[in-house]
């Protein structure tokens, strides 16, 4: 594979936003969005960290890479709109299976209507794959982590666990059949991002909002450092994905708790704009559950905790860590 050929390869035929101006083929993109917050963000997908031959095809790393990103831009409350694609690739892929990456990143990207704009290609090591994407969000539509209030319903959408089961099942090697674990499978390898819930809610006045990548015990930590309150959750309230039945309980809830990947969103609302947000994401068949609440306790602010029965447990922020020696 020669550098140029394959970004011909990989170039789209037309444009599908009319925001963007310049696309692949100069020094940079270039985007117009008038009257729109742009929101950008960048996260990184490396072989045998986030994939592997064994747990993916070529195709899913593509849509996983790209719907991690997307899931963000959501998390912000805002619509994806571009994509820039860096990739550092061994000689040992075939041109056929990169382009396959590309096509798993297409297939996504045309649900949103969103533009392959850029990117890099460099030859090294392990493949690793680089996705910044490019979004907007209305002036009212902003949905930080330091949005939530006391008082407020912490929800969670979709069901936890699922992608960490599909996980766990492709890495083992038994030899019996995944069929049970399809779905769980599939969530793993093709998460869907909640942009559609996230749009539907335009109307909502705040909203605190953090998807799921490393899993809620650390998402919850986060909002609750970010607003400085005490995020309150109820174990048995959450969502569980149904292939985790065939587990123990222990597992289903370690998977829940900290398995992370599954991109679904935790945010939490006011009591008053909770049956809103329920009955839009009814209208749309997202389930939606409330996992808990916030509350204003000086010396439990900054953190989230776990109600077993009427104790308050530190729910400790675990999940997957990047660490160095
Ligand atoms: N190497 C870096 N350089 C600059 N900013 C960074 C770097 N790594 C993370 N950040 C910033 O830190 C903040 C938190 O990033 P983080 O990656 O934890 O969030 P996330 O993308 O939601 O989570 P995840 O990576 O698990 O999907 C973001 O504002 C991000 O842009
Ligand atoms: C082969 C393989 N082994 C392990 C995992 C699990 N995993 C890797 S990174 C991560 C958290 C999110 O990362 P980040 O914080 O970088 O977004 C998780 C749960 C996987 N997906 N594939
Ligand atoms: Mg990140
Ligand atoms: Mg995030
Ligand atoms: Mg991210």
């Given at each position: 594979m020669k550098e140029f050929d394959f970004i011909r390869a990989i170039?789209?035929?037309?444009?599908?936003?009319?925001?963007?101006?310049k696309g692949i083929g100069d020094d940079a993109a270039i985007v117009r969005t008038p009257y729109h917050d742009s929101i950008l963000t960048v996260d990184t997908m490396v072989e045998n960290i986030h994939f592997s031959r064994k747990t993916v095809d070529p195709f899913h790393i593509g849509w996983r890479a790209l719907a991690a990103n997307i899931s963000d831009i959501a998390a912000m409350g805002g619509v994806p709109i571009a994509y820039l694609v860096s990739i550092v690739v061994s000689d040992n892929w075939k041109e056929h299976e990169l382009i396959e990456i590309y096509n798993g990143m297409d297939e996504l990207a045309r649900k949103y209507n969103m533009d392959l704009i850029g990117g890099d290609t460099v030859i090294g090591q392990e493949l690793s794959i680089s996705i910044t994407v490019m979004g907007t969000v209305a002036a009212n539509g902003k949905r930080y982590r330091s949005h939530a209030r006391d008082g407020d319903v912490v929800f969670v959408t979709g069901n936890l666990g699922g992608s960490a089961c599909g996980l766990h099942v492709l890495l083992q090697?038994?030899?019996?059949?995944l069929t049970p674990f399809k779905d769980a499978i599939r969530k793993h390898q093709m998460p869907i991002p909640n942009v559609e819930f996230v749009e539907r809610c335009?109307?909502?006045?705040r909203m605190a909002l953090n998807d799921i990548s490393d899993g809620i015990a650390s998402e919850a930590n986060e909002i609750a450092k970010a607003s400085n309150i005490s995020i309150e959750i109820e174990p048995d309230k959450l969502p569980t994905h149904?292939?985790?039945?065939?587990?123990p309980s222990e597992l289903q809830y370690q998977w829940k708790m900290s398995?992370?990947?599954?991109f679904e969103l935790l945010g939490t609302v006011s009591l008053h704009e909770w049956h809103e947000i329920k009955k839009i994401a009814n209208q749309i068949h997202v389930p939606i559950t409330k996992i808990g609440s916030v509350h204003y306790h000086t010396e439990r602010n900054g953190k989230a905790w776990i109600k077993d029965n009427n104790k308050l447990l530190r729910l400790e922020p675990t999940g997957y860590i990047h660490k160095t020696k």
């Open positions: 170039q789209p035929a037309n444009l599908r936003q009319s925001h963007v101006i090697d038994t030899g019996n059949s335009a109307s909502i006045k149904k292939d985790l039945e065939h587990f398995g992370g990947e599954d």
